[in-house]
């Protein structure tokens, strides 16, 4: 199960922590934005290429420090077909270097056009036979709120394709509550989501005891991570808000089962966005992400 190759990566690096690969273009270096306008302009080309080559430097300085990366589809969609393609060319190059590639793309509808999302990033597209794999990423970030329908597909390529994903439970972001808090019987609907996430990953068990149907549960509510992570003991925790968004390590520490194991913790604007912090040189970008990189791998291992 991919929830077992996650957990090697974590267990040989030593380190709970995914890198977020969230480029804003604002957080390229101007020197590497210059660069590519020259040769492309201004463009959705020059932006998108500007992207890669930040995105490559990242991956070369933090690839044997951390064991997984998330790039957020938005921020290559952003740029249209260049920056899809750049995103493709991203994963492909994380592949390659041996770190673990978790997509976020929060997909979810029903019926075929499940089918078709969760063949579009977790199996293989069917062309008059062929069978064919369209992105070659390990996991993705699902959204449960249009019901089970909307989930069994990606279920069942993680099961077929050794695929896993993380189900929405409680998001890091401030509004989260407007829905996810409410009261739905005697429990919140983020406990109803996380009893339905314990019954859709029973079927994807990997050795290790852990689940490849995990949940998403914010830094920034500590108290829900300690009430969720009772619920799910077998799923894998992907925990966003960590850094600038205010999250800590001890935010994160209830996320974690008393083996060391059950959560991987995601870093983005903290480690892409290092280097505006101190006395670094903006050349100095990607020793400046694994700078912090190594440090959120000592303070997350300070409280395991």
């Known amino acids: 199960m991919s929830v077992d190759q996650l957990i090697q990566k974590i267990k040989e690096k030593q380190n709970p922590s995914v890198a977020g690969l969230d480029p804003q273009i604002s957080y390229v270096p101007a020197y590497m934005r210059e660069r590519a306008y020259r040769e492309y302009g201004k463009t959705l080309k020059g932006a998108a290429e500007a992207v890669w080559e930040f995105n490559k430097g990242l991956i070369d300085a933090l690839y044997d420090?951390?064991?997984a990366v998330k790039p957020q589809s938005?921020?290559?969609?952003?740029?249209?077909?260049?920056?899809?393609?750049?995103?493709?060319?991203?994963?492909?190059?994380?592949?390659?270097?041996?770190?673990y590639v978790i997509l976020d793309v929060?997909?979810?509808?029903?019926?075929?056009?499940?089918?078709?999302?969760?063949?579009?990033?977790?199996?293989?597209?069917?062309?008059?036979?062929?069978?064919?794999?369209?992105?070659?990423?390990?996991?993705?970030?699902v959204n449960p709120y249009l019901g089970t329908d909307g989930i069994l597909p990606f279920v069942q390529d993680c099961k077929t394709?050794?695929?896993?994903?993380?189900?929405?439970?409680?998001?890091?972001?401030?509004?989260?509550?407007?829905?996810?808090?409410?009261?739905?019987?005697?429990?919140?609907?983020?406990?109803?989501v996380a009893e339905l996430v314990c019954k859709w990953g029973a079927e994807c068990m990997g050795e290790s005891g852990y689940s490849s149907v995990g949940a998403v549960v914010g830094a920034t509510y500590p108290e829900q991570a300690k009430t969720l992570r009772k619920l799910m003991p077998k799923a894998y925790f992907l925990v966003p808000g960590y850094g600038a968004?205010?999250?800590?390590?001890?935010d994160v520490k209830n996320s974690f089962n008393d083996d060391g194991l059950g959560a991987i913790v995601n870093s983005s604007r903290g480690i892409m966005c290092a280097y505006k912090k101190g006395d670094w040189k903006e050349e100095a970008f990607a020793e400046a992400a694994r700078a912090e990189a190594i440090r959120m791998k000592e303070e997350l291992n300070s409280i395991l």
């Open 106 to 141: 929060k997909r979810n509808d029903i019926g075929s056009t499940a089918q078709a999302y969760s063949a579009a990033y977790l199996g293989k597209v069917d062309i008059d036979g062929e069978q064919v794999e369209a992105c070659p990423v390990d996991s993705v970030t």
């Open 245 to 250: 968004q205010g999250g800590n390590a001890q």
């Open 161 to 192: 394709y050794g695929k896993s994903m993380f189900t929405l439970v409680k998001t890091s972001n401030p509004s989260s509550g407007e829905l996810q808090d409410l009261l739905l019987g005697d429990a919140r609907i983020y406990e109803k």
């Open 65 to 67: 420090v951390v064991p």
């Open 74 to 99: 938005a921020f290559y969609e952003l740029y249209g077909l260049p920056g899809e393609e750049v995103l493709h060319r991203t994963i492909r190059y994380a592949k390659e270097k041996g770190l």
